[in-house]
Each structure stands twice: as C-alpha cells, then as structure tokens.
Nanobody, 120 residues
Framework: QVQLVESGGGLVRAGGSLRLSCAAS????????MGWYRQAAGKQRELVAK???????NYADSVKGRFTISIDNAKNTVYLQMNSVEHEDTAVYYC??????????????WGQGTLVTVSS
C-alpha cells in the first residue's frame, strides 16, 4: 500500500508563485508515474500535469508555460511549481501516483488534496 502526503497549498496572489510537493511512502512498491489533478468548486477533477520516472511529462493546455512538474525518484516525490497563477487556478489539488507491486499489479492511489486559493 502506498500513501501520498501533499504539502505546499495555501493562499497566493494572482501573478505569484507556489510550489506543491507530494511524497509517496510505503513498502515494496515501484513508482511508474506521478501527477497532479485539480478540482474547482462545481467542476470535475481534471489533469494538471503528469510525469513518469523517466522524465516524460504532459500538461493541461491551461497551465502550459506557467506550471512545471518535476520528480525526485530517489525521494519518490513529485513537485508542481506554479508561476503566474491566475484566479482560475483556485482549486483543490490532488496528487496521484501509479505504481507497480511485487505481484506485478499496476495500482493507483490519491492524496488527500491541498487547497490552492488565488486572490486579487
């Protein structure tokens, strides 16, 4: 079983920056990819950015050029650097991880979510 712990959310002014972190812990697992999703009030959860342990990444069009995802494979930790934030970035951000187990399963797990609020 893998657990994800997120940190770094909070209040940020429009145009400012924020960095989210998510660390995976547990036993006998091998991370394949980690990512960030977000869910704004009244909207469906959507992909923000995702990255594999090999470094391949993809982003939602709405955050390209502003957000950067990175991964520290040694620490099983993924980061989301958010620059030039906009009001529309206000949401609960969820960390997601896909991982393999000794039984050759591929599983996914979610963090508890961290709130990002962009103010004027």
């Amino acid at each position: 079983q893998v657990q994800l712990v997120e940190s770094g959310g909070g209040l940020v002014r429009a145009g400012g920056s924020l960095r989210l972190s998510c660390a995976a812990s547990g036993s006998a697992f091998s991370i394949a990819a980690m990512g960030w999703y977000r869910q704004a009030a009244g909207k469906q959860r959507e992909l923000v950015a995702k990255i594999t342990t090999g470094g391949s990444s993809n982003y939602a069009d709405s955050v390209k050029g502003r957000f950067t995802i990175s991964i520290d494979n040694a620490k099983n930790t993924v980061y989301l650097q958010m620059n030039s934030v906009e009001h529309e970035d206000t949401a609960v951000y969820y960390c997601n991880a896909g991982y393999g187990t000794p039984l050759a399963e591929y599983l996914e797990t979610w963090g508890q979510g961290t709130l990002v609020t962009v103010s004027s």
